[in-house]
């Protein structure tokens, strides 16, 4: 059995570090996602969830090292929060990186602030014109 010298730590004792910070990073996001919320609700929404599913690891990840478990079981409890964000995904998940219309790449602005990164910009309505059509009148 190996020994453990007094600078190892237990990987459930480093997850529960770096989930945490992760989590305080989501929920900052989040908190500037505020300011365009008209125009990405779902995504302010989605980043509470994944905010959530990052408190349930470090919930897992701190319960283990509190408890003394091992840090195996660290992997049914991930498994298992990344099984729910996976069948979410359309609620968790609604980032899209590039336009799938016309295929540019959103900016982050875009990527975290927008629901409708690709929508077109709406026609000027001080224009007493109808839209110009290819057809011809019959």
């Not at 990987?11 to 500037?32: G, K, P, R, S």
């Not at 929060?81 to 016309?102: E, G, Q």
């Amino acid at each position: 059995m190996p020994v453990e010298s007094a600078d190892m730590t237990p990987i459930a004792t480093q997850a529960a570090d770096f989930l945490y910070w992760a989590f305080i990073l989501v929920f900052l996001v989040n908190l500037t996602q505020r300011r365009h919320q008209e125009k990405a609700q779902k995504k302010r929404l989605a980043t509470l969830y994944l905010g959530i599913a990052g408190f349930a690891l470090f919930i897992i990840a701190q319960s283990i090292e509190s408890f003394g478990g091992k840090d195996w079981m660290l992997i049914p409890g991930a498994l298992a929060v990344f099984a729910v964000v996976y069948v979410t995904r359309d609620h968790s998940w609604p980032f899209i990186f590039r336009c799938p219309k016309t295929g540019r790449r959103l900016t982050t602005t875009e990527i975290l602030y927008d629901d409708n990164p690709c929508e077109e910009k709406a026609v000027d309505s001080s224009t007493d014109e109808p839209p110009a059509t290819d057809q011809e009148p019959d």
